[in-house]
């Protein structure tokens, strides 16, 4: 299979030849017609201050969200370490996918415990979970058939943030008129920099706007996949012990598994596959009032900063991606090609499986 | 190589199942951000009557056509059997890319020649050479950066037709505003039912529109590439014998060769690789006034019908097509692991070679 490793990694090469190593920067929000050329090209790009006139950039301040939402119940997704929705290794050293503890809170409650937290120095923060208002991350299923009853199962801006919907537009106009549609989801993140979403893709047109704090992104194109060492992981969750509330680690009863990237951009040189060194991320950093276009499949890490009210607030909207064309034929075409060729790293050990 | 043959063969199905079977019918021309939905996409759609108020679809008789054109020379391609651009095999069997033998003659004589050619009994054809009026067919070069210093040799109207250029619309202002660029050239086309141009793929947007007779359109996508069965071929040229003037076949000096599809979607059973059968042509026609968007890398294999005024002409622009993102990458991967893989069948017997 020489000859597939020189395609998988000529393909990879190609791609960055092709494509500048930033993310573009508009000026001001695209018009339709330049949202679509973008889409077309399946590149990102940030608008510096898009938001500078919506509501929420002006209001949400602490005390702002406490008055509107009061101890409305929202979810809240806890985790020991911040890793929601993650890699993590049982006590074996097999690598898990986990999902957080998710558990309803009253929301003035929730935003005092965000907010203690950020202000705890690093040394007093061992064992005190980390708490994220987060939309469940919608992870790539093998088949668009599949997704089209799958739809995200969080909506949180329409349904418990639904008192803080008048603050955002009701619909952002070069989306929707370049892709003819309403997004299927739009979502709203609270929490701090204890937080990070690890490397995954959607299957989704992503916009994303930062309200309060910072986001750091880490992108990776779609032609990148070959890098990040996907792998199908038992999934898992964690729940609170009845005795102590410490979180631990239970495994889903069926045993189902799901494809997940284990290798971590900020890590490089552990859990690699033969090509993850020819990955080269890009990478942006959301101030408030900035937007980014995430297009569908790119992979991205996401970590934030809290901003002076002692939390990150971001919103977002997912709208569903285009499976006619190429373009997402020619991604599982790179998935089984790469399947084919076996190039699969065991994890967390560097023992290359190379069955030919 | 098994799972590699059942990766390219899931491609093939994959985008059949996302994709529809027919080219899509518009009633108007599309506004620059539906043109670009199609660009994203990289399909197809025919507008009809699109042309319906050009001057040449008005005024393009052979009596008008004659009195613009008068005696000017125009470059000629002559063919035993229409075959400019084509396949054909030495006396040995093997299989050669010929290009026609390229000549100048007057207008006027050449439009005469084509007229009678066209009343011309087929039992009385034999032995008639054929005579296309056409632009060289560019040929997908291997990388983007060749490209680049290979434009068209031939944008025929803005040269020799140069008299007939104000019958066309000097710009198509969805493609322009869409595309941001005006055509790299643009073309006229005009021969009778003996000529036909063999499948083949081009580096560029390309927008096409029948002025007189029908063109028949039989065209494949970018994914079924593993159909087609491209093969490296030597390259040759019809030359005139001095004393008889009848055309032979010389091979170029060098032995420059040229990746060449060698099979026929009209010989579906011929010349097949193993994924011949998953092919699955989409047909258009296209009457006087029609209009054509034929996507980027596209194969596509064209005849035509002479209307009333006993020829068939034709005019299109070619537009650079945009090499970022992840399409172009998409097609070279495709036909890097087509390569890998060794799926190719030598010509013209049904012996496959799987080299593996």
Redesign the interface.
Known sequence: ?E??D???A??IE??HE???AVVDELVEEPS??EF??F?????PFVVRKAASDWDALKHWDAQYLRRVMGSEPVQVAVTPRGNADAVVEDENGQPLFVQPHETPEPFNEFLDYVHQDTQCPPEQQNGRNVKYAQTRTSISPPS?IHLFDDLPENDNLREEYYSLLPDIPESIPFAR??L?KEPDAINLWIGNERSVTALHKDNYENIYVQIRGQKHFVLL???EMPCVNEQLLEQARYVPEQESGKLVIERSEGGETLPFATWDPDEPGERTTPFSHLAKPLKATLEEGDMLYLPAMWYHKVSQTAGEEGFACAVNAWYDM?????????N???R??M??ASKVVKYPALQMSDER
Chains 1, 2 share one sequence.
Do not use: C, H, K
């Not at 889409?39 to 590149?43: A, F, G, H, T």
């Open positions: 299979m000859n597939i020189t395609a998988i000529a393909a190609n791609y092709l494509n500048a339709p017609l679509m050329q889409v077309s090209r399946n590149r668009p008129l370049a003819e194109s779609p032609v285009e499976f006619a064309g190429g373009f997402w034929t020619a599982s075409f790179l089984d090609v399947g084919a």
